[in-house]
């Protein structure tokens, strides 16, 4: 039986690594934590906020997820927009789920990611 998603893979170029780490822990708050050793061989980079976990995995023919995302929720999304758009990175709001504000932004490597935030009645 599930009982929770444990973390997200998205994939990377080869060489990106500090880009990503610039991004994922200045841009969004998250921390870089340590890969074990057999698979930090490979490349790459995990970060993680509360429970949240993101693992960016090098490809060698990479090409960024533009419709595939994970989906993170986050408090106060008006201030963590504004951060993101003060560090650089595009905000795309979109009002099409119904009781939640929410918007979309990409990696600097082009992988999509939603923020969203509950708001009103309904939301889950």
Same mark, same amino acid.
């Given at each position: 039986?599930?009982? @929770?998603?444990?973390?997200?893979?998205?994939? $990377?170029? *080869? +060489?990106?690594?500090? &880009?990503?780490?610039?991004? /994922?822990?200045?841009?969004?708050?998250?921390?870089?934590?340590?890969?074990?050793?057999?698979?930090?061989?490979?490349?790459?980079?995990?970060?993680?906020?509360?429970?949240?976990?993101?693992?960016?995995?090098?490809? @060698?023919?990479?090409?960024?997820?533009?419709? $595939?995302? *994970? +989906?993170?929720?986050? &408090?106060?999304?008006?201030? /963590?927009?504004?951060?993101?758009?003060?560090?650089?990175?595009?905000?795309?709001?979109?009002?099409?789920?119904?009781?939640?504000?929410?918007?979309?932004?990409?990696?600097?490597?082009?992988?999509?990611?939603?923020?969203?935030?509950?708001?009103?009645?309904?939301? $889950?």
């Amino acid at each position: 039986m599930l009982a @929770a998603v444990d973390h997200v893979q998205l994939a $990377a170029p *080869p +060489g990106s690594e500090e &880009t990503l780490r610039v991004y /994922y822990t200045d841009v969004l708050g998250m921390t870089e934590i340590p890969k074990p050793p057999v698979l930090a061989a490979r490349g790459g980079c995990w970060f993680q906020a509360g429970p949240v976990q993101l693992h960016l995995g090098i490809e @060698a023919d990479f090409r960024p997820s533009k419709k $595939a995302h *994970p +989906g993170l929720r986050v &408090t106060e999304i008006e201030a /963590y927009a504004a951060r993101l758009e003060v560090r650089g990175a595009k905000v795309v709001w979109d009002d099409n789920l119904p009781n939640h504000r929410r918007f979309y932004s990409e990696d600097p490597v082009g992988n999509r990611l939603e923020f969203l935030e509950p708001s009103g009645t309904g939301a $889950a």
